[in-house]
């Protein structure tokens, strides 16, 4: 059965760090694209970033860009998100995703900017908490 598993989740003063981990049951190259989402209560789920395994090409919503890095370990079949300087509106469900596409991009006034869509994603983990206090 294929499977993700994520952990690394907990309570951090804000401006701490935090690296969860993803570990999938699969090589990673064998899900095209992935990624972490996350969902804050009484909010709908947002897109953070999301990892090409093919390449290793890594994308970013605007709000965690500079701060957040998503990363791949193929060796050991794991995805990171490595959270930094970490704000009380990072708090919420982190979940990663796996088998799926591109992220939208759109460009405006000379920046390019990413959107992320849960229903891109085939394969979904059940979540570690992330809540960050001020």
């Known amino acids: 059965q294929v499977q993700l598993v994520e952990s690394g989740g907990g309570s951090v003063q804000a401006g701490g760090s935090l690296r969860l981990s993803c570990a999938a049951s699969l090589y990673t190259y064998s899900y095209n694209y992935m990624g972490w989402f996350r969902q804050a209560p009484g909010k709908e789920r947002e897109g953070v970033a999301s990892?090409?395994?093919?390449?290793?090409?890594?994308y970013y919503t605007d709000s965690v860009k500079g701060r957040f890095t998503i990363s791949q370990d193929s060796a050991q079949n794991t995805v990171y998100l490595q959270m930094n300087s970490l704000k009380p509106e990072d708090t919420g469900m982190y979940y990663c995703?796996?088998?799926?596409?591109?992220?939208?991009?759109?460009?405006?006034?000379?920046?390019?900017?990413?959107?992320?869509?849960?229903?891109?994603?085939?394969?979904w983990g059940q979540g570690t908490q992330v809540t960050v206090s001020s």
């Open positions: 990892i090409y395994t093919g390449d290793g090409s890594t």
């Open positions: 995703a796996a088998d799926g596409r591109p992220p939208t991009k759109y460009c405006s006034g000379g920046y390019c900017h990413y959107n992320f869509y849960g229903e891109d994603f085939g394969l």
